[in-house]
């Protein structure tokens, strides 16, 4: 890999052009828009008669070198652009120009037209940054499609102040936004929030979603009183794709493959013989299951070949009827093999010191399949200047394949005594997931009272599901025994006798509409616009879940190998109807604001207050001594805000703002259920009560180019009754479970820089972060008279997810002579907590890492580029310790540095590599 970097490298220098000589003579300067003096990337400087030329770069700079002595004409041309002529005298030394072109008449005329839809360039990602009644960040479809990134959740890491957290495959999957968790944010389309497909949270995944079909991507960090007050840490606002102002066909093919499965063996099996629904789901709340019911094909593990993954995408768009109707239908589609090889270790606590201690060793082997594919259809339509009409239609699908594999070794007797049994057990898994989101809304938008009055409305359908059919959990035993000498003996693998067969079905459904109305006072020097609205959303969420447990029958068998060899007793024909994770919730928000924003000169202030009442009620199947089986909330929240801004000179910004806002629990996290995951028993609290926080930024902004930006921020976030999944005691279980934790507090600093020169670009962001909570643990030691004891002890410890530091650099290359652009990015998060302890100071921690990617793409000719990407360059890996030095057993694992901290994860995922064409009409 050290020789692609070189490579990667080299290249950009190369294609620089900046590797030759340099002369005495140069004619060098800018070329912008007459208009706003916006640099004209592409725009030519010929001297006539000669082969010298320059070409704008990202800055609107050009340079041309080697210019002997003498009077010249030159002719400055650019696309819908007045070609200018000019002279220019050479003599001996350095020559600026300052060139500013004219639209031509014909593009003038259409200006209007356009403006009003084109998101998709970076400059109109700062324009919109600078206007800005808040605090945004705004990442253009351009800088999207020039970038390794192929889902929304591996683009907004490019974001100041947010972080990745990744699916078990690696690929990027929930956003973390200033240091708090992913269930402190919520998601937008178009600006209208959709329902989250997750059996076990209101969050959106963002990995469903294909990068292609956004024409911008908003994160907003300061809340106004007319957006939905439940984010404390940021709102993730996707723009889709708007109709264009003239024919445009976009296509898009693409195929590579993942470096993982060159080094190791895909895990397949049959997912076409799953059933998809449960045998009662099938057949009646009344059917008595039997073992017929159940197929076994997706429990016969192979070994694949090395697979390829590949990409699909169109786009088409136009304008009817005299441009008043516009269209446009996208779609895309992606199949990605994903892998990850692990190994994980399984620690216990020593009684004796509140040590941990290795107990068990596994050595994981994860294969993922992902189908991505996402359509969407927008409409608009123009009645006349003052009413419009919009339509917008999305369908997006998830379908993960995932065949997991791993060796489980036990390594201790008892506590403390460094020697394992030998007992090693393989353990599979199938998960067939498919997660689905469909939209449909219409909005409406109309001006009265003399263009004074806007008024705009949103009517929206939207509905999630999560089909989770047959997870399927096998377990193999080697039974090890040792003779006299210490060596294992008459190792046989067994069947375990008990083989899990688990259908989880979620449907998330809202029925929402929102009416705004803004109106516009003349006051002379000053201006004033007073807004209010309402909006009223009722969502029904229902869970369906039935286990079975198959038992060996026998039930001790010798594995053959062949899973249709063996046969089973069904241990529960009747499933589980009384399981609490066969519910069903609802909510109705019903929310109003008044808000203004008053203008004068280069201040301005926004005011106002939002008021939120939630009437959320759920009720299980679960026996009806269950505490919490059926259960409701009912509360308001009364939520002011404040935005102030003030432009010491153009393009120049200071915002301070204010908000309160809210974060509601997962629907999920207060059902009384109890279920064994992948790595502890969790746990449901019916008695979870919302969070709740006071938000304070100021930002300073810096506009000095089209392109180019300065941003220095700083937030600090009051946080009452935090929601953190901690890991509690409950007798000899350690169980996982969603917890109220008192007061947090979160504060910190962001620096985000762009900056272009010629042909390069630099984009930066670091973030500081940091949160402080405090709650109780469990610290085990032995008092004076030598008795085992344990007592409470209070620890502060930051926030679940919050890394202190994290930081993105970028380094671009654009040559518009060539048609080349490149990119190469370096993604650093520093060391977070990831696993809550119940023992004091045991918490789990990932280390800080670098993830490196690249992208590249050359014109051809014809419409036609060609691109590359390449993600995790480095092949970093995920490791996780807990910051302890003690480790009872490190002989186990010799090649581990047990001196410092204790590992307890680690994953690599290796290189992704993505080659193929783009096409633009």
């Given at each position: 890999?050290?020789?692609?970097?070189?490579?990667i490298?080299?290249?950009?220098?190369?294609?620089?052009?900046?590797?030759m000589?340099?002369?005495?003579?140069?004619?060098?300067?800018?070329?912008?828009d007459?208009?706003?003096?916006?640099?004209?990337?592409?725009?030519?400087?010929?001297?006539?008669?000669?082969?010298?030329?320059?070409?704008?770069?990202?800055?609107g700079?050009f340079v041309?070198r080697?210019?002997p002595?003498?009077?010249?004409?030159?002719?400055v041309?650019?696309?819908?652009?007045?070609?200018?002529?000019?002279?220019?005298?050479?003599?001996?030394?350095?020559?600026?120009?300052?060139?500013?072109?004219?639209?031509?008449?014909?593009?003038?005329?259409?200006?209007?037209?356009?403006?009003?839809?084109?998101?998709?360039?970076?400059?109109?990602a700062?324009?919109?940054?600078y206007?800005?009644?808040?605090?945004?960040?705004v990442?253009?479809?351009?800088?999207?499609?020039?970038?390794p990134?192929?889902?929304?959740a591996?683009?907004?890491?490019?974001?100041?102040?947010?972080?990745?957290?990744?699916?078990?495959?690696g690929?990027?999957?929930?956003?973390?936004?200033?240091?708090?968790?992913?269930?402190?944010?919520?998601?937008?389309?178009?600006?209208?929030?959709?329902p989250?497909?997750e059996?076990?949270?209101?969050?959106?995944?963002?990995?469903i979603?294909?990068?292609?079909?956004?024409?911008?991507l908003?994160?907003?960090?300061?809340?106004?009183?007319?957006?939905?007050?439940?984010?404390?840490?940021?709102?993730?606002?996707?723009?889709?794709?708007?109709?264009?102002?003239?024919?445009?066909?976009?296509?898009n093919?693409?195929?590579?493959?993942?470096?993982?499965?060159?080094?190791?063996?895909?895990?397949?099996?049959d997912?076409?013989?799953?059933?998809?629904?449960s045998?009662?789901?099938?057949?009646?709340?009344?059917?008595?299951?039997?073992?017929e019911?159940?197929?076994?094909?997706?429990?016969?593990?192979?070994?694949?070949?090395?697979?390829?993954?590949?990409v699909?995408g169109?786009?088409?768009?136009?304008?009817?009827?005299?441009?008043?109707?516009?269209?446009?239908?996208?779609?895309?589609?992606?199949?990605?093999?994903?892998?990850?090889?692990?190994?994980?270790?399984?620690?216990?606590?020593?009684?004796?010191?509140?040590?941990?201690?290795?107990?068990?060793?596994?050595?994981?082997?994860?294969?993922?399949?992902?189908?991505?594919?996402?359509?969407?259809?927008?409409t608009?339509?123009?009645?006349?200047?003052?009413?419009?009409?919009?339509?917008?239609?999305?369908?997006?699908?998830?379908?993960?394949?995932?065949?997991?594999?791993?060796?489980?070794?036990?390594?201790?007797?008892?506590?403390?005594?460094?020697?394992?049994?030998?007992?090693i057990?393989?353990?599979?898994?199938?998960?067939?997931?498919?997660q689905?989101?469909?939209?449909?809304?219409?909005?409406?938008?109309?001006?009265?009272?003399?263009?004074?009055?806007?008024?705009?409305?949103?009517?929206?359908?939207?509905?999630?599901?999560?089909?989770?059919?047959d997870?399927?959990?096998?377990?193999?035993?080697?039974?090890?025994?040792?003779?006299?000498?210490?060596?294992?003996?008459?190792e046989?693998?067994?069947?375990?006798?008990?083989?899990?067969?688990?259908w989880?079905?979620?449907?998330?459904e809202?029925?929402?509409?929102?009416?705004n109305?803004?109106?516009?006072?003349?006051?002379?020097?000053?201006?004033?616009?007073?807004?209010?609205?309402?909006?009223?959303r009722?969502?029904?969420?229902?869970?369906?879940?039935?286990?079975?447990?198959?038992?060996?029958?026998?039930?001790?068998?010798?594995?053959?190998?062949?899973?249709?060899?063996?046969?089973?007793n069904?241990?529960?024909?009747?499933?589980?109807?009384?399981?609490?994770?066969?519910?069903?919730?609802?909510?109705?928000?019903?929310?109003y604001?008044?808000?203004?924003?008053?203008?004068?000169?280069?201040?301005?202030?926004?005011?106002?207050?939002?008021?939120?009442?939630?009437?959320?009620?759920?009720?299980?199947?679960?026996?009806?001594?269950i505490?919490?089986?059926?259960?409701?909330?009912?509360?308001?929240?009364?939520?002011?805000?404040?935005?102030?801004?003030?432009?010491?000179?153009?393009?120049?910004?200071?915002?301070?703002?204010?908000f309160?806002?809210?974060s509601?629990?997962?629907?999920?996290?207060?059902?009384p259920?109890?279920?064994?995951?992948?790595?502890?028993r969790?746990?449901?609290?019916?008695?979870?009560?919302?969070?709740?926080?006071?938000?304070?930024?100021?930002?300073?902004?810096?506009?000095?180019?089209?392109?180019?930006?300065?941003?220095?921020?700083?937030?600090?976030?009051?946080?009452?009754?935090?929601?953190?999944?901690?890991?509690?005691?409950?007798?000899?279980?350690?169980?996982?479970?969603?917890?109220?934790?008192?007061?947090?507090?979160?504060?910190?600093?962001?620096?985000?820089?762009?900056?272009?020169?010629?042909?390069?670009?630099?984009?930066?962001?670091?973030?500081y972060?940091?949160?402080?909570?405090?709650?109780?643990k469990?610290?085990?030691?032995?008092?004076?008279?030598?008795?085992?004891?344990?007592?409470?002890?209070?620890?502060?410890?930051p926030?679940?997810?919050?890394?202190?530091?994290?930081?993105?650099?970028?380094?671009?290359?654009?040559?518009?002579?060539?048609?080349?652009?490149?990119?190469?990015s370096?993604?650093?998060?520093?060391?977070?907590?990831?696993?809550?302890?119940?023992?004091?100071?045991?918490?789990?921690?990932?280390?800080?890492?670098?993830?490196?990617?690249?992208?590249?793409?050359?014109?051809?000719g014809?419409?036609?580029t060609?691109?590359?990407?390449?993600?995790?360059?480095?092949?970093?890996?995920?490791?996780?310790?807990?910051?302890?030095?003690?480790?009872?057993?490190?002989?186990?694992?010799?090649?581990?540095?047990?001196?410092?901290?204790?590992?307890?994860?680690e994953?690599?995922?290796?290189?992704?590599?993505?080659?193929?064409?783009r096409?633009?009409?």
């Amino acid at each position: 890999m050290k020789h692609v970097l070189l490579l990667i490298v080299t290249t950009m220098l190369i294609w620089s052009g900046d590797v030759m000589g340099q002369s005495s003579n140069r004619i060098t300067g800018f070329i912008t828009d007459a208009r706003d003096q916006s640099p004209l990337t592409g725009a030519t400087i010929v001297l006539d008669d000669t082969s010298l030329f320059g070409v704008a770069g990202l800055d609107g700079s050009f340079v041309i070198r080697n210019v002997p002595d003498g009077e010249y004409t030159y002719t400055v041309s650019y696309v819908s652009y007045i070609t200018q002529t000019g002279r220019i005298s050479v003599d001996g030394e350095d020559t600026e120009l300052r060139i500013r072109m004219e639209m031509s008449r014909g593009e003038m005329d259409a200006v209007m037209v356009r403006a009003s839809r084109d998101l998709r360039t970076e400059q109109s990602a700062r324009m919109s940054e600078y206007t800005s009644p808040t605090v945004v960040n705004v990442v253009d479809a351009r800088s999207i499609e020039i970038s390794p990134d192929l889902t929304v959740a591996n683009v907004v890491q490019r974001i100041s102040g947010v972080s990745l957290e990744r699916s078990s495959s690696g690929d990027g999957q929930h956003a973390i936004v200033r240091g708090m968790d992913k269930r402190y944010n919520y998601t937008l389309v178009n600006g209208i929030k959709i329902p989250s497909p997750e059996v076990k949270n209101r969050y959106v995944p963002l990995d469903i979603f294909p990068s292609d079909l956004l024409d911008r991507l908003i994160v907003t960090k300061a809340l106004t009183a007319d957006m939905e007050g439940d984010a404390i840490g940021g709102v993730i606002d996707m723009r889709m794709r708007n109709a264009p102002d003239r024919l445009v066909v976009n296509a898009n093919v693409g195929g590579g493959y993942s470096q993982i499965f060159a080094d190791q063996n895909r895990l397949t099996s049959d997912f076409s013989v799953i059933n998809t629904r449960s045998p009662h789901a099938r057949n009646g709340s009344d059917y008595r299951a039997s073992v017929e019911d159940f197929t076994y094909g997706n429990m016969d593990f192979r070994d694949g070949g090395t697979p390829v993954n590949n990409v699909l995408g169109l786009a088409v768009g136009n304008r009817f009827l005299d441009n008043r109707l516009g269209v446009i239908a996208a779609g895309s589609l992606q199949r990605n093999f994903r892998g990850a090889s692990s190994l994980f270790f399984e620690m216990d606590v020593d009684r004796e010191n509140n040590n941990p201690f290795y107990d068990t060793v596994q050595d994981r082997q994860i294969s993922t399949e992902q189908i991505r594919g996402g359509v969407h259809v927008k409409t608009d339509y123009q009645i006349n200047d003052r009413h419009k009409i919009d339509f917008y239609n999305a369908a997006i699908r998830l379908e993960d394949r995932f065949n997991r594999a791993y060796a489980d070794t036990n390594l201790r007797i008892g506590r403390g005594q460094g020697v394992g049994t030998g007992r090693i057990s393989q353990n599979f898994r199938t998960r067939n997931q498919i997660q689905q989101i469909y939209n449909s809304t219409l909005q409406g938008t109309h001006l009265f009272a003399d263009d004074k009055l806007l008024v705009d409305w949103s009517a929206v359908y939207s509905l999630a599901t999560n089909d989770d059919p047959d997870m399927v959990d096998l377990k193999l035993i080697t039974g090890r025994t040792r003779n006299s000498a210490g060596e294992f003996v008459d190792e046989r693998v067994l069947l375990d006798r008990d083989l899990k067969r688990r259908w989880t079905n979620n449907d998330d459904e809202d029925i929402a509409g929102y009416v705004n109305a803004l109106y516009t006072l003349d006051l002379g020097r000053n201006a004033l616009d007073l807004k209010a609205g309402a909006m009223y959303r009722h969502k029904n969420r229902t869970n369906s879940y039935n286990e079975y447990l198959l038992r060996a029958s026998p039930i001790t068998q010798e594995w053959t190998g062949d899973i249709n060899n063996h046969s089973w007793n069904l241990f529960n024909p009747g499933g589980t109807p009384t399981d609490p994770l066969n519910y069903e919730s609802e909510e109705d928000i019903f929310a109003y604001y008044g808000m203004a924003t008053f203008e004068r000169g280069r201040f301005r202030a926004i005011g106002g207050v939002r008021v939120e009442q939630t009437d959320f009620s759920w009720v299980t199947n679960g026996p009806a001594q269950i505490p919490g089986r059926v259960g409701d909330r009912n509360y308001t929240d009364v939520l002011p805000s404040i935005h102030l801004r003030y432009q010491p000179m153009d393009m120049m910004n200071l915002r301070l703002s204010y908000f309160q806002s809210i974060s509601r629990p997962n629907f999920f996290e207060v059902i009384p259920y109890s279920i064994n995951e992948d790595d502890f028993r969790e746990r449901g609290n019916p008695f979870l009560e919302r969070t709740q926080a006071q938000n304070v930024d100021f930002r300073f902004e810096l506009f000095p180019g089209a392109l180019d930006q300065v941003m220095v921020a700083l937030f600090y976030k009051e946080i009452k009754d935090p929601i953190e999944s901690a890991l509690i005691i409950d007798g000899q279980a350690i169980i996982l479970q969603p917890n109220n934790f008192g007061t947090a507090n979160n504060y910190g600093f962001e620096l985000d820089v762009t900056k272009y020169i010629r042909q390069w670009g630099l984009r930066a962001y670091y973030t500081y972060t940091d949160s402080r909570i405090t709650t109780s643990k469990i610290f085990r030691f032995r008092d004076d008279a030598g008795n085992l004891t344990s007592r409470e002890q209070s620890q502060t410890r930051p926030l679940q997810g919050q890394s202190k530091h994290i930081s993105n650099l970028s380094g671009l290359y654009k040559n518009t002579r060539w048609g080349t652009d490149l990119q190469l990015s370096a993604v650093y998060t520093g060391r977070r907590i990831i696993g809550v302890s119940p023992y004091y100071e045991n918490d789990i921690w990932q280390r800080s890492f670098w993830q490196m990617d690249f992208s590249a793409e050359q014109r051809i000719g014809y419409g036609v580029t060609a691109y590359l990407k390449i993600n995790n360059l480095l092949n970093t890996p995920l490791r996780a310790e807990i910051p302890r030095a003690n480790t009872q057993n490190p002989q186990e694992a010799p090649y581990i540095n047990t001196s410092s901290n204790t590992l307890v994860r680690e994953e690599y995922f290796q290189q992704t590599w993505l080659i193929g064409f783009r096409y633009a009409l």
